[in-house]
């Protein structure tokens, strides 16, 4: 179950997760940390323009993601074998970045997983979602090999290549050359 933090009318920093984008065929669980500003505004995991997200995951599948619509893409990544979600199902925070994130209530992983009959691996979308992540697959006595991805956000400066090979390592989990 999922722990809940009081609303309070005077928190307009309290931040919620978006629903899962996962199937029955999900392979790789790619969990980011929490949905930054653009993206609430949108309701669209990974709406900022400059997030690579979008631009990774098209290279890891061999598609254009970033060509195609909100609803295209996450019917794409589905059809793929990947799923989308976040690890913190609410949390205050100031802004979009994670060095904000306060006072966080995590997400169900466990029963989500359990849900997942084909998943192989669960990947994070950079620091704060892995060490959030494990430490909630630990608790909930969840074993299953995780894969650890530089952050597809602006904020992480690495250059796009250094990105892209690391992401390139989800085909060995969704069986693509």
């Not at 790619?30 to 990774?56: C, D, K, M, T």
């Not at 195609?68 to 979600?85: C, F, K, N, S």
Request: proline fraction near 8%; avoid cysteine; charged fraction near 20%.
């Amino acid at each position: 179950m999922t722990a809940k933090l009081p609303d309070s009318p005077n928190s307009p920093d309290l931040k919620r997760n978006f629903p899962p984008v996962v199937d029955g065929n999900t392979r790789v669980l790619i969990l980011g940390s929490l949905p930054g500003e653009v993206s609430l505004a949108h309701q669209q995991y990974y709406a900022h323009p400059q997030n690579r997200f979008w631009h990774l995951v098209g290279e890891v599948i061999g598609k254009p993601l970033p060509t195609l619509d909100y609803a295209a893409r996450l019917d794409t990544v589905r059809a793929h074998g990947i799923g989308l979600w976040d690890v913190v199902a609410e949390a205050r925070r100031e802004g979009s970045l994670d060095s904000n994130i306060r006072l966080h209530a995590g997400s169900d992983l466990s029963g989500l997983i359990a849900t997942l009959p084909s998943l192989r691996a669960v990947a994070f979308n950079g620091g704060t979602a892995g060490r959030i992540g494990q430490r909630a697959l630990a608790q909930g006595g969840v074993t299953i090999p995780v894969v650890l991805l530089p952050s597809s956000s602006p904020a992480y400066t690495i250059p796009y290549a250094t990105k892209r090979d690391a992401w390139l390592a989800l085909r060995d989990w969704l069986d693509i050359a």
